[in-house]
Antibody, heavy 118, light 108 residues
Framework: QVQLQESGPGLVKPSETLSLTCAVS?????????WGWIRQPPGKGLEWIGS???????YYNPSLKSRVTISVDTSKNQFSLKLSSVTAADTAVYYC???????????WGQGTLVTVSS | SYVLTQPPSVSVAPGQTARITCGGN??????VHWYQQKPGQAPVLVVY???DRPSGIPERFSGSNSGNTATLTISRVEAGDEADYYC???????????FGGGTKLTVL
């Protein structure tokens, strides 16, 4: 059973870079799956941020592409999100998730709230 | 990029049938997945590949997909079904994960 756990600062200052990590257990990240990040601003819907295939290919939401980097660390069996130049609009619960190619999102982390504020 | 459109809200009395739609260009050619999200919780898959149910999901949850509309149907609605529901597809042309805007189901 794949388990995902997000970690990172809960408070980030405007204009700085938001950095989150998702630790994967129960499965080797290099074996397959697409690994992604999804966020949900307070009271709003789900927004896909981007995803990375186990081979390293990345896919980003066009609306965030200029600010997003997703990477994989196979040695630690984890993947990471960096979102630069954050503003209050980036305040959200951030989820890490995993899915196979055409499959639904099978696995979700519990989510972590990141607040952008000075 | 591909867009999915859901009604913001649907209201239904207990015991009745709720239908939540998800519109998209030729969505019938894609596999649609539906998630239920309750306050403070991560989404939970309730229907996948248009009409299949994960284990543990009641038979009251069903789905269909044709033309430009996919539909999640919840029969014999219970108070515990009150939640936000999101449709989702994988856009094969871009490899993007696409979500609908979500529908709040209110049980009257």
């Amino acid at each position: 059973q794949v388990q995902l756990q997000e970690s990172g600062p809960g408070l980030v200052k405007p204009s700085e870079t938001l950095s989150l990590t998702c630790a994967v257990s129960g499965y080797s990240i290099s074996s397959g799956y697409y690994w992604g990040w999804i966020r949900q601003p307070p009271g709003k819907g789900l927004e896909w941020i981007g995803s990375i295939y186990h081979s390293g290919s990345t896919y980003y939401n066009p609306s965030l592409k200029s600010r997003v980097t997703i990477s994989v660390d196979t040695s630690k069996n984890q993947f990471s999100l960096k979102l630069s130049s954050v503003t209050a609009a980036d305040t959200a619960v951030y989820y890490c998730a995993a899915k196979d190619l055409k499959a639904p999102i099978d696995y979700w982390g519990q989510g972590t709230l990141v607040t952008v504020s000075s | 990029s591909y867009v999915l459109t859901q009604p913001p809200s649907v209201s239904v009395a207990p015991g009745q049938t709720a239908r939540i739609t998800c519109g998209g260009n030729n969505i019938g050619s894609k596999s649609v997945h539906w998630y239920q999200q309750k306050p403070g919780q991560a989404p939970v898959l309730v229907v996948y590949d248009d009409s299949d149910r994960p284990s543990g999901i009641p038979e009251r949850f069903s789905g269909s997909n044709s033309g430009n509309t996919a539909t999640l149907t919840i029969s014999r609605v219970e108070a515990g079904d009150e939640a936000d529901y999101y449709c989702q597809v994988w856009d094969s042309s871009s490899d993007f994960w696409v979500f609908g805007g979500g529908t709040k189901l209110t049980v009257l």
